[in-house]
Nanobody
Framework: VQLVESGGGLVQAGGSPRLSCSAS????????MGWFRQAPGKARAFVAG???????NYAASVKGLLTISRDNAKNTVYLQMNSLKPEDTAVYYC?????????????????WGQGTQVTVSS
């Protein structure tokens, strides 16, 4: 599976960008998808996941601020981010898992995109 993220960049605090991740190489509806982020000096952390069936789960710290969705017809998963703060600055990665559910551990994911930088200015 090849994953390509897009939609990152420089965003003002309070902004609401949407990240996209396009997948190829496998039937998209057969994979669970997740978004992770890695802030400067910190470990990569789970932010949101969506199962093959569309069930979503979120890290407690972002619940209500981020929305993950998928469009199986377009082989794409999205991460809508709202009310961003400077502490949301990170490289955002999408990942694909052969599991039915989208787990919170990065060890559960088999494929990773190259990441897209999101920088939130105050």
């Amino acid at each position: 599976v090849q994953l390509v993220e897009s939609g990152g960049g420089l965003v003002q605090a309070g902004g609401s960008p949407r990240l996209s991740c396009s997948a190829s190489g496998r039937t998209f509806s057969h994979i669970a998808m997740g978004w992770f982020r890695q802030a400067p000096g910190k470990a990569r952390a789970f932010v949101a996941g969506i199962s093959r069936g569309g069930t979503t789960n979120y890290a407690a710290s972002v619940k209500g601020l981020l929305t993950i969705s998928r469009d199986n017809a377009k082989n794409t998963v999205y991460l809508q981010m709202n009310s961003l703060k400077p502490e949301d600055t990170a490289v955002y990665y999408c990942a694909a898992s052969s599991s039915w559910l989208a787990g919170t551990s990065d060890g559960l994911y088999d494929y990773w995109g190259q990441g897209t930088q999101v920088t939130v200015s105050s």
